[in-house]
T-cell receptor, first 114, second 115 residues
Framework: AQTVTQSQPEMSVQEAETVTLSCTYD???????LFWYKQPPSRQMILVIR??????QNATENRFSVNFQKAAKSFSLKISDSQLGDTAMYFC???????????FGTGTSLTVIP | EPEVTQTPSHQVTQMGQEVILRCVPI?????FYWYRQILGQKVEFLVS????????KSEIFDDQFSVERPDGSNFTLKIRSTKLEDSAMYFC?????????????FGQGTRLTVV
């Protein structure tokens, strides 16, 4: 079975600073997909960034980037130039293949301080 | 932008009653899911649905739960006899097909409160 671990229940960052959220996972699969989802107070889950395991290059989406270390089974999210709107719960998720279920971590609650 | 819509946004029901949570996935998507999130806890997988049948289900998804895609657009989750511990946020999600379509689009959720 796949497991996803987020060891930081809560984090805070000053506006405009950079913060890194940690995620590790356990799997015996070689090809899979990793995601970071954001859940603001409105509760809807919104995709932040995704990474295919077969790609060595780390994914980036504007201010969001990942550090994907396949051998270490680590998938951290870096948020640069943090904005107040980044305040949310962030979930790391694993998917074995297209159409399979997502395995979510327990989440990290991020607060951006003005 | 296409989106997954869920109704109702909030449902209160008495223990032992049946509830049906409704979802309209994105129209050309082929994979459908239900997840739930008990307040303050992680998001848990309930069931996935593909090609008009359940493709995977978790231990949570017991005989009290069922899913249906009755008319090609709606995707429903029925809880036959609700228990207090069924109180949670229920999220529907859908996904397209192919390696390029690995994003699961989530609805805004239905908050179910069992009293």
């Amino acid at each position: 079975a796949q497991t996803v671990t987020q060891s930081q229940p809560e984090m805070s960052v000053q506006e405009a600073e950079t913060v890194t959220l940690s995620c590790t996972y356990d799997t015996s699969e070689n090809n899979y997909y990793l995601f970071w989802y954001k859940q603001p107070p409105s509760r809807q889950m919104i995709l932040v960034i995704r990474q295919e395991a077969y790609k060595q290059q780390n994914a980036t989406e504007n201010r969001f980037s990942v550090n994907f270390q396949k051998a270490a089974k680590s998938f951290s999210l870096k948020i640069s130039d943090s904005q107040l709107g980044d305040t949310a719960m962030y979930f790391c998720a694993f998917m074995k293949g297209v159409g399979n279920q997502f395995y979510f971590g327990t989440g990290t609650s991020l607060t951006v301080i003005p | 932008e296409p989106e997954v819509t869920q109704t109702p946004s909030h449902q209160v029901t008495q223990m032992g009653q049946e509830v049906i949570l409704r979802c309209v996935p994105i129209s050309n998507h082929l994979y459908f899911y239900w997840y739930r999130q008990i307040l303050g806890q992680k998001v848990e997988f309930l069931v996935s649905f593909y090609n008009n049948e359940i493709s995977e289900k978790s231990e949570i998804f017991d005989d009290q739960f069922s899913v249906e895609r009755p008319d090609g657009s709606n995707f429903t989750l029925k809880i036959r006899s609700t228990k207090l511990e069924d109180s949670a946020m229920y999220f529907c999600a859908s996904m397209g097909q192919g390696a390029r379509n690995t994003e699961a689009f989530f609805g805004q959720g239905t908050r179910l409160t069992v009293v």
